[in-house]
């Protein structure tokens, strides 16, 4: 059983819609990150988060702790934007993150 | 400032052989990571280093996998006797000692076992 669970696994967006994904794990932990892969492999982490909310440019991230809970959202969705969203987390006193299987986003012009 | 490297990007390799795989850290980074994506999988675990302390290897798949982490600094990942499960991208990450929970990640090495 993962961990880290994501939804919805695909999403197909018009682009200047409003996104969200979602990430609900299962154990404490001490950071999140929000991590974007675009085809070809690279990763970007795009937040890291151990409470509340942060935002850069379009996108912002949301974390509720006491929920296990964690959300992205891209305002004014741009094609750019297409990519695989990955959430992972650092369980408390561990080493090591845990991966959800990503969110593939493919935003249409 | 340079990020994380690796090296080769791409590698195509027959069934049996061995490869290399290798990641330069962020300079001043004590932690480094190994971490794998098969096809349609998520990324997982292989094996962690924190300075000159024994490497944690709980996330090796097999006897197969191994990786050294020379001066503190560069880590090769080598498999041994490859597979064709072992197509992957493999991907590195590394870290400030006491901020692990800020991973800056490698571009990956695309491993392509045929």
């Known amino acids: 059983k993962n961990e880290v669970e994501q939804s919805p696994q695909n999403l197909t967006a018009q682009e200047g819609e409003f996104i969200t994904i979602n990430c609900s794990y299962s154990?404490?932990?001490?950071?999140l990150h929000w991590l974007q892969q675009h085809p070809g492999g690279g990763i970007v982490s795009l937040f890291m988060?151990?409470?509340g909310k942060k935002k850069h440019g379009r996108l912002i991230a949301t974390i509720n702790i006491q929920e296990k809970h964690s959300s992205l959202h891209i305002t004014a969705s741009h094609p750019r934007d297409s990519a695989v969203y990955i959430c992972?987390?650092?369980?408390?006193?561990?080493?090591?993150?845990?991966f959800g299987t990503g969110t593939s986003l493919t935003v249409i012009p | 400032g340079a990020g994380v490297s690796q090296s080769p990007s791409n590698k195509v390799t027959e069934k049996g052989k061995d490869v290399e795989l290798r990641c330069d850290p962020i300079?001043?980074?004590?932690?480094l990571y190994w971490y794998r994506q098969s096809l349609g999988q998520g990324l997982e675990f292989l094996i962690y280093?924190?300075?000159?302390?024994?490497?944690?290897k709980s996330g090796l798949p097999s006897d197969r996998f191994s990786a050294e982490r020379t001066g503190g600094s560069v880590s090769t990942l080598t498999i041994q006797r490859t597979q064709q499960e072992d197509s992957a991208v493999y991907l590195c990450?590394?870290?400030?000692?006491?901020?692990?929970?800020?991973?800056?990640f490698g571009p990956g090495t695309r491993l392509t076992v045929t």
């Open positions: 990450a590394s870290s400030l000692r006491d901020k692990i929970y800020e991973q800056y």
């Open positions: 154990v404490g932990i001490s950071a």
């Open positions: 988060l151990s409470s």
């Open positions: 992972a987390v650092l369980p408390l006193g561990g080493n090591q993150f845990y």
């Open positions: 300079s001043g980074h004590t932690a």
């Open positions: 280093f924190q300075g000159n302390s024994a490497p944690d």
